[in-house]
């Protein structure tokens, strides 16, 4: 297992921001004597700059854990993944803690990401009035509606101005004016050389990503091109 930056590279033009090759990733059972479940099994995947990449699959059958493992928030038992810049990560379960407002949230995680005062304060601004949730900085999370919840989890995955950004079913309770603008500003980010992946399931979206990878029988495959028979819906616990 082995997790490197990797140097600049360019395929036809483009950098090479995120490569995972060979990964494998088992879960075992909590039972003494339960089953084992292989989940990725030798899985490739390249990721380039300003490009718009959708991974998709049936329930289970390993998206969530292929993202978290590029991400690097997870272990893989075997292969290599290298990452070149920086990542921001949107989950589907927003990391957030409910007793902090929105703008102590940005405080905190501006400072994870060793921001300046002066630039939290502007992302902070600049994301809250493209997602229209400027009446709610001085909000608890608590106290946010769920839509309002995703909109600062996206956020806080956005304010550092990351060169690749790993989002898990983004959209998640978004009303449909906020959902159209999160695709101009996904667009915006690739035309800016940020990659853009994320866990997608719905068929209309095909037409708005560059590639997709479908991630079936522990293997990715590139459908780009295809039409999967899979259902491309995740599952709605997180699943695999």
Known sequence: METTTAPTETVGGSKTLVRGNALEKTYGSRLPLGRSTPVLTGADIEVHAGEIVGIVGENGSGKSTLMKILVGVLNHDAGTVERHGTVGWCPQEPLLYDRLTVSETFRLFGAGYDMTREEIDAAKQRLADEL?????????????????????????????????????????????????????????????????????????????????????????????????????????????
């Open 132 to 240: 229209d949730f400027e009446q709610y900085l001085d909000y608890r999370v608590d106290q946010l509606s769920g839509g309002n919840r995703q909109k600062v989890n996206l956020s806080v995955a956005l304010m550092h101005d990351p060169d690749v950004l790993m989002l898990d079913e983004p959209y998640t309770g978004f009303d449909w004016e906020t959902y159209l603008r999160f695709w101009d500003m996904a667009q915006d980010l690739a035309n800016d050389g940020t990659a853009v992946v994320m866990i997608s399931h719905l068929i209309e979206e095909r037409s708005r990503l560059d590639r997709v990878f479908e991630v079936r029988d522990g293997l990715v495959h590139d459908v780009t091109d295809e039409e999967t028979e899979s259902e491309l819906r995740s599952d709605p616990e997180g699943g695999t």
